[in-house]
Nanobody, 123 residues
Framework: VQLVESGGGLVQAGGSLRLSCATSGFSFGGYWMYWVRQAPGKGLEWLSSIYTSADLSSHADSVKGRFTMSRDNAKSTVFLQMNSLKPEDTGVYYC?????????????????RGQGTQVTVSS
């Protein structure tokens, strides 16, 4: 099983980034996919979830209206479009997978996870 995030980097406040997570080794279509992040010195924070389509997606209040999660089932890839970025969005962003809808700030709820990609938002 592999989940490989990409697209992170350094951006100024108000800017945008698009993260990607390419997956392999499991039945992508049967899994809920998630984006979570860990800010420096803080715990894990759930951000977004999606199942088979955008109609089955949800976002945390902290990113609602700014972040949009999507997935390409043909390519077994998920994306996170991040707009209007703020310095408090700085952190390591991870994609994760679970069989059930279980948005959580606990790694134990996810069956698979990637290694993460760093996002730094400067003020």
């Amino acid at each position: 099983v592999q989940l490989v995030e990409s697209g992170g980097g350094l951006v100024q406040a108000g800017g945008s980034l698009r993260l990607s997570c390419a997956t392999s080794g499991f039945s992508f279509g049967g899994y809920w996919m998630y984006w979570v992040r860990q800010a420096p010195g803080k715990g894990l924070e759930w951000l977004s979830s999606i199942y088979t389509s955008a109609d089955l997606s949800s976002h945390a209040d902290s990113v609602k209206g700014r972040f949009t999660m999507s997935r390409d089932n043909a390519k077994s890839t998920v994306f996170l479009q991040m707009n209007s970025l703020k310095p408090e969005d700085t952190g390591v962003y991870y994609c994760a997978a679970a069989r059930t809808f279980s948005p959580s700030n606990n790694w134990a709820q996810y069956q698979y996870r990637g290694q993460g990609t760093q996002v730094t938002v400067s003020s």
